[in-house]
């Protein structure tokens, strides 16, 4: 087992892109790193440059203290995991599992032994004489992940691999695979654009956007804290809330003075919609400040609903999550409030944090 | 279900008969003409059904030698063509396969150089540059020997753009996954790529196989000695209408030896060869 | 992204140098020959040659031999495309329509193919000779002076025969297989708009299989010119009086029978000229097919 160190690692395509400009990262041994983005962030790059199926523009990799730069995919102790699971459709799942092993000499009863175990662990042992054909989706999924079991390599990579599947199954195996690593305590690596399923994996979650990291940190610290505007509204949905400051903004605003008075031009507030309440016949808390809106939509979601509305001359559109159902026509004039220790504070300009929530 | 004549169908069938009549007929009457004595065959009509002789014709052309095609028994020109044949189409498939590979497997410096060197090759039929390619032979020391035979036929595009386009279909991720299971080049050719294209080899074997055995300009010219020469050639070689000895019954029996190996190549084969004919013409 | 390769540097070379190989020694070598040999000039007794630069082409060209070469290939051509497409739509279409037996019928069909050039002109000049053609005895009792040997109209009428009956399979194959793809729901929306049977083929089905027949027809144009070597020499050997000498045939007359080398070689290479510009058609058309999808 091992960790994986990435230092200063840069991708620059033959024609001049650069996909990866300058990522640090330090994956600690045993620990679930999930890298997401939106498509074009260059995190899929990077887990191949990890992998060795990209060379290394600048910058080193180490994989376990051993820097891999030159190395061959084989030679660098990772195993991976496809979004279409890249199985050898002619040979049986077992020779699949197989295949890895015997290519590196490894004793034919220990191969035996581990696929064997791979099997009952991912509960696939009645169908390792089928081919991949012959499988369902899911099926699939698990004979890519015990392909990467048996080897048990320092590593495992995963590019995008639930991405394939139905809303549905994507849940189950996303809970299977996170006990699974768990279970066997193989450092990980995982590439996703789907923010939720970031969120309930990782141990540590890395942002990217074209090629830099954004934040890197705990599930709860990217959400509580996000570090800038573009974190803030991709992680979470719906997406936090954004309020620029403009001159006039203030005074639109209700509540609390203190807070309204603290709410300087230049700079853009965050909401999440769970931190806003709708204002009844209780009135606004001291400590709150509260904007009018204007319903534009009702969504819900089961438990509860979220209230679209849009405000003041901005347009700023802002949703507000409540319990259970209400229901509102469009064009509905609304009080919607939130406490100041819930807002975040952003430049507009760099979009970076500027500090904490009061 | 849409309205169909009542006529329709049968007329369909009858039509597919008259066909198959017009198909099949000359083969049938050669193969009638094969069993008869060649007295009975020069004196026409000839009668539609087979004859008495099928033994003693056919025994003589596979067992005896035939006289004016220098004595050689119909048996060796069978083996000749089917060297000729598997030659072309094993050779064509083995260089074609492995070039096919380089070009899409890998990144070269003159990679597209070399793809278009050999794709020029397909719009080149051999019969158009006979003469000096027949030069090239002479000067190689080629003429009737098996190399000779093969070797300039293997040289063409088809078969390489075919594999190439099939390659292309290949997910990348499976090579990837190779590279990652410690699997090099040469393995992954082996235990996955040929596999893979086990279909594609057998639907271009029926059709390299029927294009070696059916060769005609090419053995003409490189064989003098009549023990290399090919079925076709032969064949031809036993045929003269100036001439009162030409030994018509054997003639016949030849022609239908000629036809039916391939015939059963291509009937027994068929599923591949339909695909394989339609997609290389892609 | 771009696709995944090994990257083994000297490996591809290895792997190319068959293949690169016999095409530089068989085909390359070859084909520049005969472009030299076409600029060069021998004198009678061969102990002389020298450079001529075009005047090979101009002989050729304005040779009237060639020039009836020329009318005989398109003759052949056209003719055996014509017969060999007609008769496979024919029968194509009637595939179409029966249910039961097609692959039998397939299967019987296809035939032909396996059946080399040059022993399908046999087959037919055993039907058709004078001296012992069940059918040459059938046409003379009935009054017509049948002699393809001494003909050369009969000669042409039976080349085309043999070379077209060749061809019906490989045509039946792709017309079969155009057909079958056509869209069942178009068909039935003309049958719904009241088009009936012979009316739907010629309106629908004719104009959607329009490409496979352009295709085939340059396919059976090549065929026509090259692949048909075999049949020409065995049933006729170009004659009589020249009436079935191709231009294919000529090459060989004349750079093996009549050891014009330079002739042969400039021949060689307008052969090459027609070639390429059917290929370049062929392609135009395999562009628009990807087109239109």
């Known amino acids: 087992m091992a960790g994986i160190e990435l230092k200063d690692v840069r991708k620059v395509y ?40 990209e060379s290394i523009t600048s910058g080193t990799i180490a994989i376990g203290g051993r820097t891999v730069n030159e190395l061959e995919p084989a030679e660098r102790d990772i195993a991976m995991v496809f979004q279409n699971y890249a199985l050898y459709p002619h040979m049986t799942v077992r020779r699949n599992l197989e295949y890895g092993l015997r290519n590196r000499r490894i004793p034919s009863d220990e191969i035996t032994r581990r696929v064997n175990e791979a099997a009952a662990i991912l509960e696939i042992a009645p169908l390792l004489d089928r081919k991949p054909g012959q499988l369902s989706g899911g099926q699939r999924q698990r004979v890519a992940m015990g392909r990467a079991i048996v080897r048990e390599p320092a590593a495992f990579l995963f590019d995008e691999p639930l991405s394939n599947l139905d809303a549905k199954l994507r849940v189950q195996m996303r809970a299977e695979i996170r006990s699974l690593q768990r279970r066997l305590g193989t450092t990980s690596l995982y590439v996703t654009h789907d923010q939720l399923e970031a969120m309930t994996l990782a141990d540590q979650l890395v942002v990217l956007s074209a090629g830099h990291i954004e934040q890197a940190g705990s599930p709860m610290e990217i959400y509580e804290r996000p570090a800038t505007l573009f974190v803030a509204t991709f992680i979470g949905s719906p997406a936090m809330n954004l309020l620029p400051i403009e001159p006039e903004t203030a005074s639109q605003l209700a509540g609390s003075s203190a807070v309204r008075d603290s709410l300087s031009v230049g700079t ?28 534009t939509g009702v969504e819900l979601v089961g438990a509860e609903s979220y209230v679209y509305g849009v405000f003041g001359a901005q347009k700023a559109e802002i949703a507000v999550r409540v319990p259970g159902y209400r229901h509102f026509d469009g064009g509905t004039p609304i009080r919607a409030a939130a406490g100041a220790t819930s807002l975040h504070r952003f430049d507009s300009k760099t979009g970076l944090r500027l500090d904490s929530p009061v | 279900m849409i309205e169909r004549s009542p006529l329709g169908r049968p007329l369909a069938h009858l039509l597919l008969i008259v066909g198959i009549l017009i198909v099949a007929f000359p083969i049938y009457y050669t193969f009638t003409a094969s069993t008869q004595t060649i007295q009975t065959i020069l004196r026409p009509p000839l009668p539609l059904t087979p004859g008495s002789e099928f033994a003693n014709n056919y025994g003589e052309a596979l067992f005896g030698g035939i006289g004016r095609i220098g004595g050689v028994g119909v048996g060796t020109l069978l083996f000749n063509t089917t060297v000729m044949a598997l030659g072309v189409a094993c050779g064509k498939i083995a260089i074609s396969i492995l070039s096919a590979f380089a070009i899409v497997f890998f990144r070269f410096p003159l990679r597209m150089v070399f793809f278009w060197l050999i794709f020029i090759t397909l719009m080149l039929p051999v019969e158009v540059r006979i003469l000096p390619t027949y030069k090239v032979m002479v000067d190689l020391g080629l003429i009737d020997t098996y190399a000779g035979l093969i070797l300039p036929l293997i040289a063409s595009a088809t078969a390489t753009l075919l594999f190439r386009q099939f390659f292309m279909t290949i ?14 080049p040469m393995r992954f050719f082996r235990d996955i790529l040929l596999p893979l294209s086990k279909t594609n080899i057998a639907a271009l074997f029926v059709i390299l196989f029927i294009y070696g055995w059916t060769q005609y300009l090419w053995p003409l010219l490189v064989t003098n000695n009549n023990q290399m020469n090919t079925i076709v050639i032969a064949l031809k070689k036993m045929v003269s209408f100036a001439d009162a000895d030409t030994p018509w019954h054997l003639v016949m029996v030849t022609a239908i030896l000629a036809i039916v190996p391939p015939v059963l190549v291509v009937v027994l084969m068929q599923r591949w060869f339909v695909r394989g004919l339609v997609e290389t013409e892609k | 992204m771009p696709r995944a390769v090994f990257p083994n540097r000297i490996l591809p070379y290895a792997l190319l140098a068959p293949q690169v190989a016999i095409t530089l020694v068989f085909f390359y070598w070859p084909a520049s020959q005969a472009l030299y040999q076409s600029t060069l000039r021998q004198d009678p007794f061969g102990l002389k040659t020298r450079f001529v630069g075009l005047e090979n082409f101009e002989a050729v060209l304005s040779d009237p031999s060639y020039l009836n070469a020329i009318e005989t290939t398109l003759i052949f051509s056209l003719a055996t495309a014509a017969l060999a497409m007609a008769l496979a739509l024919l029968f194509a279409s009637a595939a179409e329509k029966v249910i039961a037996g097609k692959g039998l019928y397939r299967t019987l069909m296809i035939w032909p193919y396996a059946v080399a050039p040059a022993v399908a002109g046999l087959l037919w000049l055993f039907m058709f000779n004078p001296t012992m053609g069940t059918f040459a005895y059938i046409l003379r009792r009935s009054g017509i002076p049948w002699d393809p040997l001494l003909d050369g109209n009969q000669a042409m009428l039976l080349v085309i025969f043999a070379a077209a009956w060749k061809q019906i399979s490989y045509n039946f194959l792709f017309f079969v297989a155009a057909m079958q793809s056509i869209p069942r729901s178009l068909i039935e929306a003309a049958a719904i708009d009241g088009a009936r049977s012979t009316k739907r083929f010629w309106t629908i089905v004719f104009p959607l299989i329009a490409p496979t027949t352009f295709f085939l027809l340059v396919v059976n144009t090549v065929y026509a010119f090259f692949d048909t070597f075999g049949i020409i020499d065995a049933v006729t050997a170009g004659g009589p009086a020249k009436a079935t000498e191709t231009l294919v045939y000529k090459v060989y007359n004349d750079g093996f029978v009549n050891l014009d080398l330079g002739g042969s070689a400039a021949q060689s290479v307008i052969l090459m000229a027609i070639v390429i510009a059917l290929t370049a058609i062929q392609f135009r058309y395999v562009e628009r097919k990807v087109h239109y999808g």
């Open chain 1, 14 to 53: 033959a024609g001049g892109v650069e996909a990866v400009k300058g990522v640090s990262l330090d994956v600690q041994d045993g620990h679930f790193v999930v890298l997401v983005g939106p498509s074009g962030c260059g995190k899929s790059t990077l887990l191949r440059m990890v992998a060795g199926l």
């Open chain 1, 268 to 295: 853009t507030i965050g909401i999440r919609p769970e931190h806003m309440r709708l204002v009844g016949d209780e009135g606004i808390q001291d400590d709150e400040i509260a904007a009018d809106l204007v319903v």
């Open chain 2, 171 to 184: 997910p990348g991720e499976l090579v990837e996954a190779a590279r990652i299971d410690a699997a090099g």
